[in-house]
């Protein structure tokens, strides 16, 4: 299997734009997360969907992004408008089913906005 | 909520020498998941080990172990026999066992330098 794959691996865009990252997952995975890394705050979950549905968006910063999946091998990560405060490494990441289970990560997305 | 806490931000070691990484956490649960995930300076997050809280045992994977001690709420990791490609973040993680609740809280992370 490839992995999860994410795209793209580098996106500078202007404050103000709208953004999409693209995430498709291992096939058969149950589980979906989207994950930001920033030096200030560390490695934090966003959302995660089981079988395309949101679970848990508790993580989303704020109504500038939002997340959907709408088919099993594909998920969308926007934010819209853009903030150089939105400047991160985003992670997509994908398991088969929950518990000990581990979650596999895909490459990142190193976000830049100016 | 439970958190995660990685005191040391970095960490050195001599190739080929032993190392120990720390990790507590503060939770409330009886029933949890612990892994330790490394990244390279490539930033693909790579499970190195988990735990089971309900396993006594200590989990190990090759050079790499753990010292799970579940009423200090401490969570160790061991790399023996230290090598260049070991130099990485390392994060500690916890999953809460509560079913349903697949979130993943991080520690801060060490990164680990291995001195040739």
């Known amino acids: 299997d490839a992995g999860v794959i994410q795209s793209p691996r580098h996106e500078v865009t202007e404050m103000g734009q709208e953004v999409t990252l693209r995430c498709k997952p291992i096939?058969?995975?149950?589980?979906l997360f989207w994950y930001r890394q920033t030096m200030m705050r560390g490695l934090e979950l966003l959302i995660y969907?089981?079988?395309?549905?949101?679970?848990?968006d508790s993580g989303m910063p704020e109504d500038r992004f939002s997340a959907k999946m709408p088919n099993a091998s594909f998920s969308t990560l926007k934010i819209q408008p853009s903030e150089p405060r939105d400047s991160a490494v985003y992670f997509c990441a994908s398991t088969l089913r929950p518990g000990p289970y581990e979650q596999y990560f895909g490459p990142g997305t190193r976000l830049t906005v100016t | 909520a439970q958190t995660v806490t990685q005191s040391q931000p970095e960490m050195s070691v001599q190739e080929a020498e032993t190392v120990t990484l720390s990790c507590t956490y503060d939770?409330?649960?009886?029933?949890?998941?612990l892994f330790w995930y490394k990244q390279p300076p490539s930033r693909q997050m790579i499970l190195v080990i988990r735990q089971e809280a309900y396993k006594q045992q200590n989990a190990t994977e090759n050079r790499f172990s753990v010292n799970f001690q579940k009423a200090a709420k401490s969570f160790s990791l061991k790399i023996s026999d230290s090598q260049l490609g070991d130099a990485a973040m390392y994060f500690c993680?916890?999953?809460?066992?509560?079913?349903?609740?697949?979130?993943?809280?991080f520690g801060t992370g060490t990164r680990l330098t291995i001195i040739p």
């Open positions: 096939s058969g995975h149950d589980y």
């Open positions: 939770t409330s649960e009886s029933d949890y998941y």
């Open positions: 993680a916890y999953r809460s066992g509560e079913f349903g609740n697949e979130k993943l809280t």
């Open positions: 969907f089981n079988n395309n549905v949101p679970i848990d």
